[in-house]
């Protein structure tokens, strides 16, 4: 399984950027996707999670209905669309891959993933 994030830049604060997450291989098994970042000095946190199947998506409270993530399982992707962005949102951003079905409570639990892409840099100027 391979992931492969892209869609990062320099944006100014307000700014829109839309991440993409492609994923190669063995998808079939994914039971969700998920979004965490990790800005600099900082530990990852938890983004956004879609289930694979559809159906369910949870978000960080801080996303504060500014993020939506989506999928496409027909491209075997998987999108965040950040709107109204902030210098805060700085950070790379990783998609992740989950095999083990579980509760969507532990979908911001990056110990569920099993797979995750390379990151993709986000930032915003204020």
């Known amino acids: 399984v391979q992931l492969q994030a892209s869609g990062g830049g320099l944006v100014q604060a307000g700014g829109s950027l839309r991440l993409s997450c492609a994923a190669s291989?063995?998808?079939?098994?994914?039971?969700?996707m998920g979004w965490f970042r990790q800005a600099p000095g900082k530990e990852r946190e938890f983004v956004a999670a879609i289930r694979w199947t559809g159906g369910f998506i949870t978000y960080a409270d801080f996303v504060k209905g500014r993020f939506t993530a989506s999928r496409d399982n027909a491209k075997n992707t998987v999108y965040l669309q950040m709107n109204s962005l902030e210098p805060e949102d700085t950070a790379v951003y990783y998609c992740a891959a989950a095999t083990v079905w579980s509760d969507s409570s532990t979908y911001g639990d990056a110990g569920l993933y099993d797979y995750w892409g390379q990151g993709t840099l986000v930032t915003v100027s204020s």
């Open positions: 291989g063995r998808t079939f098994g994914f039971s969700c």
